[in-house]
């Protein structure tokens, strides 16, 4: 394909596998994304790039580029804070870091939550984990385990009861400072890119300082078209963003079957692609 027909396609710069909370394998994905035609995808587990050599490996069969990323779970201001990271060096220190550090907090985090569960639900830690195929755990894994219980019936419905944040049985998770994440994505050679952040808050004025704190830790974007941004809240999003010299990233999230959002629902424009590719460590691996 090359850089500069790629340039002309559409992009989805925010996808998942089962390599952490989707549901489908690298490969797959890649295969659907050629299906919902698509130029290119950025495959962005949480916290892991152990799906990036499946689905490098399938960039010419389905004609489809890869953006190597990841979605890296901070905190900042006491919230919970999601930063895409991309095309970064994966064999830098601080990566390294980063990954041991999450993967032991995960799990204990995860294993509190089940334990927690546990006193009042018919579920364990080793069902939890037949639910994951990759290294990473998060509270999808729970889900799928109430599911497979017919505890509940969909993601859905343990989302909004039984593992919600607001419930009895949740564990927050003890992730790192954002903007210190931030900085190293930059050391490792990579750009970083607010995930969603109307699930962030809704506070426009408190957004409006969190922008500006990740900017001066050298945060690349902001993705604004995003279906947990609603729409009518988008040109505020928009306006924080561009004020404070960012770029404005659109992705669907797609987790496969995880959730409802659908490969290419919303795209990031090719120009700031290119832009986001100048000077990383790593190339966009283009058919």
């Given at each position: 394909?090359?850089?500069?027909l790629?340039?002309?396609?559409?992009?989805?710069?925010?996808?998942?596998?089962?390599?952490?909370?989707?549901?489908?394998?690298?490969?797959?994905?890649?295969?659907?994304?050629?299906?919902?035609?698509?130029?290119?995808?950025?495959?962005?587990?949480?916290?892991?790039?152990?799906?990036?050599?499946?689905?490098?490996g399938?960039?010419?069969?389905?004609?489809?580029?890869?953006?190597?990323?990841?979605?890296?779970?901070?905190?900042?201001?006491?919230?919970?804070?999601?930063?895409?990271?991309?095309?970064?060096?994966?064999?830098?220190?601080?990566?390294?870091?980063?990954?041991?550090?999450?993967?032991?907090?995960?799990r204990?985090?995860?294993e509190?939550?089940?334990?927690?569960?546990?006193?009042?639900?018919?579920?364990?830690?080793?069902?939890?984990?037949?639910?994951?195929?990759?290294?990473?755990?998060?509270?999808?894994?729970?889900?799928?385990?109430?599911?497979?219980k017919?505890?509940?019936?969909?993601?859905?419905?343990?989302?909004?009861?039984?593992?919600?944040?607001?419930?009895?049985?949740?564990?927050?998770?003890?992730?790192?400072?954002?903007?210190?994440?931030?900085?190293?994505?930059?050391?490792?050679?990579?750009?970083?890119?607010?995930?969603?952040?109307?699930?962030?808050?809704?506070?426009?004025e408190?957004?409006?300082?969190?922008?500006?704190?990740?900017?001066?830790?050298?945060?690349?974007?902001?993705?604004?078209?995003?279906?947990?941004?609603?729409?009518?809240?988008?040109?505020?999003?928009?306006?924080?963003a561009?004020?404070?010299?960012?770029?404005?990233?659109?992705?669907?999230?797609?987790?496969?079957?995880?959730?409802?959002?659908?490969?290419?629902?919303?795209?990031?424009?090719?120009?700031?692609?290119?832009?986001?590719?100048?000077?990383?460590?790593?190339?966009?691996?283009?058919?």
């Open positions: 394909m090359g850089t500069q790629l340039l002309a396609g559409a992009i989805d710069t925010h996808v998942h596998s089962w390599c952490s909370d989707g549901t489908e394998a690298p490969a797959e994905v890649m295969r659907q994304a050629r299906m919902a035609g698509l130029a290119a995808i950025a495959l962005t587990d949480h916290d892991t790039t152990a799906g990036w050599e499946e689905a490098a399938r960039v010419d069969a389905e004609n489809v580029a890869l953006i190597r990323g990841m979605e890296v779970t901070t905190r900042h201001d006491g919230r919970s804070v999601h930063m895409l990271a991309y095309l970064f060096d994966p064999d830098h220190e601080a990566v390294h870091e980063h990954s041991r550090c999450l993967h032991a907090t995960r204990e985090r995860i509190e939550m089940v334990e927690n569960i546990a006193r009042d639900y018919p579920i364990s830690l080793d069902d939890v984990l037949e639910q994951a195929s990759g290294e990473i755990l998060g509270r999808p894994h729970i889900a799928d385990a109430l599911i497979a017919g505890i509940v019936e969909k993601r859905e419905e343990a989302f909004r009861g039984i593992i919600s944040s607001r419930g009895q049985y949740y564990v927050p998770n003890k992730a790192p400072d954002t903007c210190e994440v931030i900085e190293w994505i930059g050391e490792a050679g990579g750009k970083a890119v607010f995930a969603h952040p109307y699930l962030v808050s809704h506070d426009m408190r957004l409006t300082g969190y922008v500006r704190d990740f900017s001066e830790a050298g945060l690349f974007g902001v993705e604004v078209d995003h279906r947990d941004n609603p729409d009518d809240v988008r040109p505020a999003l928009r306006e924080i561009q004020n404070a010299g960012m770029e404005i990233f659109g992705a669907s999230d797609s987790h496969g079957a995880g959730k409802p959002n659908r490969l290419g629902e919303n795209v990031t424009a090719p120009d700031v692609i290119a832009r986001l590719e100048d000077g990383a460590a790593l190339p966009i691996l283009c058919p």
